[in-house]
């Protein structure tokens, strides 16, 4: 994987080093954690069922304005986690999910904005999920955790928000599922926050994305090792995560940008090997890709997130979709990506006519790229400018402090 | 340089309409609407960098095509559709100011006209494409591929079943031409305010021919 002269060749499957590598730089981060909605104060969750305790781990990237009102709140999607920016510790391979985003000087300015990470609820990277202890069995929840949704995700973090005494945020941001907790926020909770920045998403998750999710959720229940859910302590269903991964990580790419990385080139091999093994690079990479996955995400978090996706409908309990956003009262600005075939653009305009239509403040805006779904964790220099106007216009609208650093 | 065309169309928005305005640019006309007309404004401009200048201001902006209609807005669902200065440059003219017609109770059209005595007179005398500050490429890289007459201008409105309710002209972006003879001959800027077929309740047509 070169570089080219003069600028960062973005990598598919990768994801996006800042291009200057000292400055802008959100530092070394270590994730906190939190536990709360200790009964009786228990979650009430859509399901019906209440949860508690919740351990919440969560990254802070940034100082708080004396009025507390600068706090700029990041979703992750599927396979994301709390470490958004900054690296874990000095010499760390890669820095977090959306580092090019996130720093001094960059789109979400942490000389200004105090930015917040959490991992979702149902996850498995510090938050309570299938593979936290249960504290009344004193083993793994497994699939005994309760159904988790994104508005379950997103009351979690509202809880947070409170321990933090954050009372309305200055602006709420994420893509795909980091996306669909944007608009669940902004819907359920209005008074919590000013702005909301939702990209490469959908008010209620597509169909095609349904089945594609359903795939690697049969992928995992069909591995030997899944046991149920009940593979604590034992093997783990490796090769089924690993397929889901593979399903999965084909609906983040483009035709265009897989066919001028791989084309039809053979690994390390002269000509076909006349065998299943992975004569095709493209092969292999996925293979490392699905592989490599399982050493970092439980299979139980993958079903339980994947369902929490499908489930997603911002318009479920509404007469229509321009009736769930009439009480919203945040701005949006709604950004999708030309090659997104995971989310394409007229799911997000979608969105925005909705929201237009209760004559909300609304902006639209598509980034021509060849990344498809990946897009929005890499096309840094087309997002930047319109995320960090929409924010310094929204906070002097609102009148809110932006704290400028030393 | 004051925009004497921005102050005109300006006069023609009632105070606290909703206004789109279709190829918006860096949004300086509807900030401007909404600083002096308290209007609740959108805006819709293909042009990245346009968008990004409309939501650096706090505007509301859809980036889009115009060309492709205007499908993603409902009917009559705003007071004011405004088209300045960019009718020329649209593939389907037609289709966009019949859009403008179902999407807004007023449209606001404004538009450099082709049949001015100066365009006439270098294409006539000097066999060349006009040019002049308001049409001021070459041929070969300008973005005006639909130009128009004054005259051509009323004829679309008659076929589209539009009232013309009020003309204005300019010599200028800075200076109006608040009475003109033969207008299709001597106005360089045209501005005209139209309604769907149906009489409009109020405003007796002052159009001056």
Sequence with gaps: MTEQAGSARKEIGDVALATDADAGSAGVVATQYVTLAEPPAALQLESGETFGPITIAYETYGTLCEERDN??????????????????EVGDKRPGWWDMLIGPGKALDTDKYL???????GGCSGSTGPASVNPSTGRPWGTTLPMITIADMVNAQALLLDQLRIDRLLAVIGGSMGGMQVLQLAVAHPERVHLAIAMATAARQPTQAIAFNEVGRQAIMADPHWRGGDYYGHKIPRNGLAVARMVGHITYLSDEAMQEKFGR????IRDYSFSFS????????????GLSFTERFDANTYLYITRAIDYFDIARGYRSLVDAFRETTARFLIMAFSSDWLHPPYQLKEIASALRATHKHVSYYEVDSRYGHDAFLLEREKMEGVISGFLHSGARTFGLCERRGS | ???IDYQLLQDMVPEGATVLDLGCGDGE??????EKRHVRGSGVDISPSAVEACVARGLSVFHGDLDEGLADFDDGSFDVVI??????QLHRPRLVVREMARVGKLVLVSFPNFAHWWAR?????LGRMPISKELPYQWYDTPNIHLCTIHDFRLVCQHEGLRVERELYLHSFEKPAPRLWRPNLTARIAIFAVTRGVPAATAPTNSVA
């Design chain 1, 71 to 88: 706090a700029v709140l990041v979703c992750h999607a599927l396979s994301g986690d709390a470490h958004v920016a900054g690296w874990r």
């Design chain 1, 115 to 121: 930015v917040i990470c959490t991992n979702v609820i």
């Design chain 1, 265 to 268: 080139r053979l690994r390390d």
């Design chain 1, 278 to 289: 992975a004569d095709f690079e493209v092969e292999s990479y996925l293979r490392h890709q």
């Design chain 2, 1 to 3: 340089m004051a925009r």
């Design chain 2, 29 to 34: 006309l509807l900030a401007e609407l909404i």
């Design chain 2, 83 to 88: 088209l300045s200065f960019s009718l020329q």
């Design chain 2, 121 to 125: 007179t270098q294409l006539f005398v």
